[in-house]
Each structure stands twice: as structure tokens, then as C-alpha cells.
């Protein structure tokens, strides 16, 4: 009796799933929030999951940085942070950030830091009527992406530089992969 209390021990605890070595495929994942609204503004976050996707980073002839999503072979993260006054007769109030990263094959664990950011061509987009408006080249902070369960994943960025007009430097957030959009 006591080795097959062992026995059914020990194989419960050997099929017992970790997320260390768990990973997702993608197949489409979009979701949008309003915030709140504080300030006399109406804040919204997005995030968007693209598969079989990359992003083509570019500078204009002014040296103005430029991001577009295009066909490949990688899972492209976006995430939109919008602000927009909830006085429509108010102009050029509003503030928009993007930040975009590519992850190649399925979905893991990992953390990175600094230098190692440019593994997953992490960028930050500032916009609105300010100088410095554009999408820069994240060269200082830290990212960290953990699948918590079957498609979701709990995300942590950290922007250290460039940090000029960038409102949203720390974000966290969960994220329900292969869902629909009007789930």
C-alpha cells in the first residue's frame, strides 16, 4: 500500500506541467481598453499580436524613425498607449505611444536586458506635436516575458532610454494570445 501511495506520488508529480518549459504558437491575439479618463482625457491601450509577421524599421532623410508591419516570419507584439482630450473643440492635446517587438518561433520564457534588447528590434514610438516625435531604438532597459498558462503571457518592459516625452515607462501586463477580437 505504501509504494503504490509512493508510486501514484510521484507520478502526479512528474506530470505536473511547469511554465518554465512551456511555450505558445501564436495564431492571433487583439484587445482594446478605454482606461480611464483623468485629466480631462480619454486614455486607451491596445495590444495586438501578429503572427507570420516582422517589423521594418527605417529613418527618413531628417533621421525620424519609422516602423511598419509587414509579412515574415516572426510574431510581432504592438502595443498602442493613446491620449485624447475629451473636448473635442480641444487640438494637439493628444499623446500616442507605440512599442513594438518581434519574437522568432513559438512564444517562450525570456529575459533581457540593455544590449540584448535589440534581439527583439524593441522600439518605442512617441507622437503627437512635440519635437522628437518618431520611433526610436529602445538601447537601455529590460524586458521580461513569462508564459503563465496556455495562451497567456505575462509581459514587463522597462524603458530606461530613450526616455524623453516617453509617458509609459514601465508596463506590465497579461495577455490572452489566440483569442478573437470580440472576445
Given amino acids: 500500500m505504501k509504494n503504490l501511495l509512493l508510486a501514484s506520488f510521484v507520478l502526479m508529480f512528474m506530470s505536473c506541467n511547469s511554465t518554465k518549459d ?4 501564436v495564431k492571433k491575439a487583439h484587445f482594446e ?12 491601450q491596445k495590444w495586438q499580436v501578429v503572427p507570420n509577421a516582422q517589423i521594418n524599421f527605417k529613418k527618413d532623410d531628417f533621421g525620424v524613425g519609422m516602423a511598419k508591419l509587414e509579412k515574415g516570419n516572426k510574431t510581432v507584439f ?33 529575459s533581457l536586458k540593455d544590449k540584448e534588447l535589440s534581439k527583439i ?16 531604438t529602445v538601447d537601455a532597459g529590460s524586458f521580461d516575458l ?14 530606461v532610454k530613450p526616455t524623453e516625452m516617453v509617458q509609459q515607462k514601465h508596463i506590465h501586463q497579461i495577455i490572452e494570445l489566440n483569442q478573437n477580437e470580440n472576445e
Wanted: hydrophobic share 35%.
Fill in 22 to 25: 512551456m511555450q505558445v504558437t
Fill in 33 to 44: 481598453k478605454t482606461m480611464s479618463q483623468k485629466n480631462d482625457m480619454n486614455i486607451t
Fill in 78 to 110: 504592438y502595443y498602442k498607449y493613446d491620449t485624447k482630450p475629451l473636448d473635442k473643440s480641444i487640438m494637439d492635446a493628444g499623446y500616442t505611444q507605440e512599442i513594438f517587438f518581434e519574437i522568432e518561433g513559438d512564444i517562450k520564457n525570456m
Fill in 121 to 136: 528590434n524593441l522600439l518605442v514610438g512617441k507622437h503627437g506635436f512635440f519635437r522628437g516625435s518618431g520611433v526610436y
Fill in 146 to 159: 513569462k508564459v503563465t498558462a496556455y495562451d497567456q503571457v505575462e509581459l514587463t518592459i522597462d524603458i
